[in-house]
């Protein structure tokens, strides 16, 4: 079993960063993990994954590329999203996912084991 916990999120102007973090409980160094995004009325919305290796693949939402890189720390248990230039379209809940296999698959939200809660990004103009 395994409890994710994201944080780091807040509200921005345009072109600004955040750096979110999802900090596990329980062994995720075999899963391969995510990021996603919901907000209300629309579905949610892979944005970023990164597979099981020690160095892993990343994948990225054609709408994120160039602007937000995923990372992973096992050492500490640890997924991270570093957000630049924000656009007031990256405003969502942000969640941080884990799935017990080696290859993510990013356009499939009910692919995934484990979620954490969430964290808002709010980006204004």
């Known amino acids: 079993q395994v409890q994710l916990e994201e944080s780091g999120g807040g509200s921005v102007q345009v072109g600004e960063s955040l750096r979110l973090s999802c900090v596990g409980a329980?062994?995720?160094?075999?899963?391969?993990m995510g990021w996603f995004r919901q907000v209300p009325g629309k579905e949610r919305e892979g944005v970023a994954s990164?597979?099981?290796?020690?160095?892993?693949?990343?994948k990225y939402a054609d709408s994120v590329k160039g602007r937000f890189t995923i990372a992973k720390d096992n050492a500490e248990n640890a997924l991270y999203l570093e957000m630049r230039n924000l656009r007031p379209e990256d405003t969502a809940l942000y969640y941080c996912?884990?799935?017990?296999?080696?290859?993510?698959?990013?356009?499939?939200?009910?692919?995934?084991?484990?979620w954490g809660r969430g964290t808002e990004v709010t980006v204004s103009s």
């Open positions: 996912a884990a799935k017990d296999a080696w290859l993510p698959r990013l356009a499939d939200p009910g692919y995934w084991d484990y």
């Open positions: 329980g062994d995720t160094h075999r899963s391969c």
């Open positions: 990164i597979d099981s290796e020690e160095v892993g693949r990343t």
